[in-house]
């Protein structure tokens, strides 16, 4: 599609709207508040992908490597049959085929920093006067591609903290963490690039995944090398599909197949509450308890049903020994393991769990809190983390919005700003142009400043006049998350 057909439909005349002599919008993006409590910085990712996508490859695909006459003609034919005849006009898209790129600046924080809320990531402006319309043309494309990425990566980083926490009190293999917060979500997602930017983001705080397009996105968006590095990572997996095959009456045999003969060694991860759970760890794992032992790599035990902390850790009110006791405690009845320095119980090597269905952050709390109480370090358990996690937000979780704050008219400058007396402070914008600096640690906003000290900030041009300048790799990206 043309690129320029991207947007809002009440966009395309905002041209003909702004005072006559506009020369320039300079316009910002920025997280404006917090719907998740205890979460006040947001992680800034996706921008870069963005801009080769959008800004550079859709623009010459699609844009400028194509006929102007072919451009213009689809670009009249689809704004008249959607606003009917009128004054919109197709000099101005004529005149951006001639430059032969985008006169944008976008200047940025670096993509992986955690950013307060009500403090910009990034600006951009139009570097040509005859094209400030640009500028704000690109809200919706923008904001339909970066929310996403930056919301799925601050949630997977608060999973990590806690993670990280349980690890770090309860744990020897710390290191362990990476694997644990496992992405599910790509099923649930609301299309294939939707997957791939949230799942990109999960792999800026973990390692394991079942989302392969994040990893080649981040290979093809984010200089990373599955050659060299590892971006993500899972392992052989059964479905429901295949234990039901297998029958009731074979339930047994099929993961006697399954440990024994098509895996002999290495990690297999089994759905195990097909039918019966609690007989699966009373009776058939024991059957086979010494074959396990024995094995070169972990089986991995995968409830997915019932509430994941009454099963993980136990039910002090079910109705068995079995419920009570919960996955971890009966598969150490069975493999027993090791205490480790700290105090806290790890199973052997060859046997673990992971519960991959209705994780949430208040959930994985609890699960690693009630292991620590029993006496059990937290990588016990893997937990898988899915789109209830990663699709059930929207812009508005952190309120996000690209806003103008600081135009050119007549060659003169105007602080314009926007605050509703109508709002609660949300929609409250800053003013002018804008300056992050550091300070302690933390990114602080200063607006109305001059153009020299909005030059001296944390912003680096990131792209301009159709190239970019600064190209990061999901390692660099990961260090910042992580630090």
């Known amino acids: 599609m043309n690129p320029l057909l991207l947007t809002d439909g009440y966009k395309v005349d905002h041209r003909r709207q702004y005072p006559q002599n506009t020369s320039l919008v300079y316009s910002n993006w920025t997280p404006r508040k917090s719907r998740i409590e205890g979460i006040d910085e947001v992680v800034f990712f996706g921008l870069q992908y963005f801009i080769k996508k959008y800004v550079i490859e859709e623009f010459e695909n699609n844009f400028f490597n194509r006929p102007k006459e072919e451009v213009t003609k689809e670009y009249t034919r689809r704004i008249n049959n959607y606003l009917g005849e009128n004054a919109v006009g197709i000099a101005h898209i004529e005149a951006l085929h001639d430059l032969g790129y985008v006169p944008i600046s976008i200047k940025a924080l670096p993509e992986g920093v955690s950013v307060p809320i009500r403090v910009p990531m990034f600006t951009l402006y139009n570097t040509k006067e005859e094209f400030f319309w640009l500028t704000n043309y690109f809200e919706t494309i923008l904001s339909t591609t970066i929310w996403m990425p930056c919301n799925s990566a601050t949630i997977a980083k608060q999973y990590r903290q806690i993670l990280d926490k349980y690890a770090e009190e309860t744990s020897s293999a710390t290191d362990f963490v990476d694997w644990q917060g496992h992405d599910f979500s790509m099923r649930g997602m609301a299309g294939l690039e939707a997957a791939m930017i949230s799942g990109a983001g999960h792999l800026l705080s973990f390692t394991g995944t079942d989302t392969i397009p994040c990893i080649d996105f981040l290979e093809k968006y984010y200089n990373a090398d599955s050659d060299k590095e590892l971006i993500g990572g899972s392992v052989a997996a059964t479905e429901h599909s295949v234990m039901c095959m297998g029958t009731t009456e074979g339930e047994y045999e099929t993961f006697r197949r399954l440990i024994l003969e098509v895996y002999p ?139 103008a704050t600081y135009g050119e008219v007549e060659g003169e400058g105007r602080e314009i700003f926007k605050d509703p007396i109508t709002d609660d402070g949300t929609k409250k914008s800053a003013k002018g142009l804008m300056q992050v600096k550091l300070a302690n640690g933390k990114y602080i906003l200063t607006d109305q400043v001059s153009w020299e000290e909005e030059a001296d900030s944390e912003f680096k041009e990131v792209f301009r006049d159709g190239k970019l300048l600064i190209d990061d790799s999901l390692a660099e990206i990961r260090k910042r998350v992580r630090s």
């Open 265 to 403: 060694k290495g990690v297999v991860s089994i759905v195990s509450d097909t039918w019966d759970l609690w007989q699966v760890l009373t009776d058939y794992l024991p059957q086979i308890k010494e074959e396990i032992a024995a094995r070169e790599g972990k089986v991995v035990i995968r409830p997915d049903s019932g509430d994941p902390v009454d099963i993980i850790c136990g039910n002090p009110k079910g109705k068995s020994e079995a419920e009570i006791k919960g996955v971890i405690e009966l598969l150490w009845d069975t493999f027993g393991g090791t205490t480790n320095d700290k105090g806290y119980k790890e199973l052997i090597p060859q046997i673990g769990a992971i519960y991959g269905d209705s994780i949430t952050l208040e959930r994985a709390t609890q699960i690693c809190e009630r292991l620590k109480a029993k006496g059990f370090a937290s990588t016990n358990v893997v937990l898988g983390i899915g789109s209830y996690t990663y699709q059930y937000n929207t812009r508005d979780t952190f309120g996000f919005a690209m806003k």
